[in-house]
């Protein structure tokens, strides 16, 4: 009996500690690379979080409606790599954003490269860029 529940708490224990790989896709799973975007906006939020980096971005089109978009980038670490800092997007910057919409069309994309509000063009490291296939 020992033996079956240390089984078990093991197998759980590393179902835990797997889950998060279940949950990590691939740049073609959610992205179409053949539905382009460039987007011009401010930024609302900034996610400097594993095992993607996100950024928001609201824009305005020619009416003045606004709509948000949820825009991914590689890791953290990726992103460090290829010049970015915690503090390269801000609350409040204004940014051009290349990249893939989301096979679903809805304000989501993966972002390929970013103008920041300096002027400066980053890479995000994405799938789509060349970057490391995640």
Known sequence: MKGKASVIAVSLGLLIWLAPLWAHHSFAAEYDEKKPVTLKG?????????????????????????TSWNLELASPNVLVRNGWTRKSLQVGDPVQVSGSQAKDGSNMANARAVILADGRKVFAGSSSDGGPQQ
Do not use: L, Q, S
């Not at 401010?42 to 606004?66: C, L, S």
């Open 42 to 66: 401010i930024v609302t939020k900034v996610e400097w979080t594993n095992p993607h980096a996100r950024f928001y971005v609201d824009v305005k089109d020619d009416k003045g409606n606004v």
